[in-house]
């Protein structure tokens, strides 16, 4: 079974300075796809970023970037120029593509905290 | 992306009554997927739903506890049976889009507090 962990229970970041949170899986599979979600206290999930395995290159979108190592099986998340409406909880996922339907594992999530 | 509508958004339900959570999808998706988000806990797939055949449940999940509909490509319903004060959480209903349904989005969730 596939297993997501996120090391970092907390992170700190000063508004407009950058922040990495780290994500690592375990899977055995080839092709699979990752995410990084934040859910603020409204409790919405909310995409950031996706990656598909069979890609080498990294995914942006705007201010967030991630790290994919797929050899060291880890998939980072940089968030630059950070602002106070990315204070939330955030999740990576690991997606497995199933004809069965593809389902999402999480890691247990970073709280991310930003300080004026 | 994808615009999914749950209802109730919240709810406080006595223990040993039900729950029946509603999702609904602006458009046809194969497969739709209920998960759990206990509090200050990760989420965890309960089960995924496609039409026309039964939920396959994920292990520690259980159809009779967690009974699930999935009437058409753009609705499905999970009911929370007999609930205990456990069964306290965020439930959340998800779909997959794009190519090889790829792009996964969610519902706004439905907080359950069960006294």
């Known amino acids: 079974a596939q297993t997501v962990t996120q090391s970092q229970p907390e992170m700190s970041v000063q508004e407009a300075e950058t922040v990495t949170l780290s994500c690592t899986y375990d899977t055995s599979e080839s092709d699979y796809y990752l995410f990084w979600y934040k859910q603020p206290p409204s409790r919405q999930m909310i995409l950031v970023i996706r990656?598909?395995?069979?890609?080498?290159q990294n995914a942006t979108e705007n201010r967030f970037s991630v790290n994919f190592q797929k050899a060291a099986k880890s998939f980072s998340l940089k968030i630059s120029d950070s602002q106070l409406g990315d204070a939330a909880m955030y999740f990576c996922a690991y997606g497995q593509i199933k004809a069965a339907g593809n389902k999402l594992t999480f890691g247990g999530g970073t709280r991310v905290l930003v300080k004026p | 992306s994808a615009v999914i509508s749950q209802k109730p958004s919240r709810d406080i339900c006595q223990r040993g009554t039900s729950l029946t959570i509603q999702c609904q999808v602006d458009s046809q998706v194969t497969m739709m997927f209920w998960y759990r988000q206990q509090p200050g806990q990760s989420l965890t797939l309960i089960a995924t739903?496609?039409?026309?055949?039964?939920?396959?449940?994920e292990s520690g999940f259980v159809i009779d506890k967690f009974p699930i509909s999935r009437p058409n490509l753009t609705f499905s319903t999970l009911t929370v049976s007999n609930m205990s004060p456990e069964d306290s959480s965020i439930y959340l209903c998800?779909?997959?889009?794009?190519?090889?349904?790829?792009?996964?989005?969610f519902g706004q969730g439905t907080r359950l507090t069960v006294v």
């Open positions: 990656q598909e395995a069979y890609k080498q």
């Open positions: 998800s779909v997959g889009r794009g190519l090889r349904n790829t792009e996964a989005f």
């Open positions: 739903a496609n039409q026309g055949s039964e939920a396959t449940y």
